[in-house]
Nanobody, 125 residues
Framework: QVQLVESGGGLVQAGGSLRLSCAAS????????MGWFRQAPGKEREFVAA????????YYADSVKGRFTISRDNAKNTAYLQMNSLKPEDTAIYYC??????????????????WGQGTQVTVSS
């Protein structure tokens, strides 16, 4: 069992930055990959970024590449999503997720076993 709690969301103007955090508990954090997904009103959930259990490999959606950075601190059991140059189209609820199965298909939501409750990010124009 893994518990995930996101924080750091909020309201920001276009061009601004936010850093989301995902605090994990319940299993050895360094043993599983982490991902970030988002869901905007009326849209399906979409992949944002993922990071391997070591942090050595990262993956990004094309829409956020160059603006967002995923990282993890295994000593703090926390994953992060640094979001820069935010755009109104980044407005969504952001979820972190844990993949305990060791899959390489980290862009797929179905690969993840546990999800956080989400944190709202709103970018005003």
């Amino acid at each position: 069992q893994v518990q995930l709690v996101e924080s750091g969301g909020g309201l920001v103007q276009a061009g601004g930055s936010l850093r989301l955090s995902c605090a994990a508990s319940g299993r050895t954090f360094s043993s599983y990959a982490m991902g970030w997904f988002r869901q905007a009103p009326g849209k399906e959930r979409e992949f944002v970024a993922a990071i391997s259990w070591t942090g050595g490999s990262t993956y990004y959606a094309d829409s956020v590449k160059g603006r967002f950075t995923i990282s993890r601190d295994n000593a703090k059991n926390t994953a992060y999503l640094q979001m820069n140059s935010l755009k109104p189209e980044d407005t969504a609820i952001y979820y972190c997720a844990a993949d305990l199965g060791g899959t390489i298909r980290l862009r797929l939501g179905a690969s993840y076993d546990y999800w956080g409750q989400g944190t709202q990010v709103t970018v005003s124009s």
